[in-house]
């Protein structure tokens, strides 16, 4: 799985809005914070308010917050806002791939990847990341002899 800069940074910019919550933020105060182009963070954040995930607020007491308390949020509703689903095969859902010989069995593998992507992004919310406390299956995949080591 490759997670781009916009999904990046809206993950990013959402655990920012998950410590202020219930507060505003500018796109300023979280640009800075996280060391993001200003610019591009706008267009990610509409992204995200159009998804119903953030709220914005006009004005010069104005900024973003989350839609939700962030114990309600997960990773995965952030990624889908700005990236669409999160597995695909050559622009497909797994379940409509279909293939013909040796490969025919292949559907089942990418609809497995994507159970098993599904079993980490939806189930860790932004204030498990802020809080370092994530959930134990999630934990135990960062201990695995080789999960650090790149392949």
Do not use: C
Not at 73 to 92: D, K, W, Y
Not at 129 to 149: N, Y
Request: aromatic share 4%; net charge positive.
């Amino acid at each position: 799985m490759q997670i781009s800069a916009r999904g990046d940074y809206a993950v990013r910019a959402a655990l920012s809005l998950a410590t202020a919550y219930p507060s505003l933020l500018s796109t300023q105060a979280i640009a800075s914070e996280q060391d993001m182009p200003r610019k591009f963070l706008e267009a990610v954040l509409a992204d995200l308010r159009r998804a119903g995930v953030v709220r914005a607020q006009r004005g010069a007491e104005g900024g973003y917050t989350l839609a939700r308390p962030p114990r309600e949020v997960t990773v995965g509703v952030i990624l889908r806002a700005v990236e669409g689903p999160l597995a695909g095969v050559r622009g497909l859902r797994p379940e409509e791939t279909r293939y013909e010989g040796s490969a025919e069995n292949l559907p089942r593998l990418w609809v497995a990847v994507r159970a098993a992507v599904r079993q980490v992004l939806d189930e860790v919310t932004l204030a498990e990341v802020v809080s370092g406390r994530l959930p134990t299956h999630v934990r135990k995949l960062t201990t695995l002899p080789d999960a650090w080591e790149p392949r």
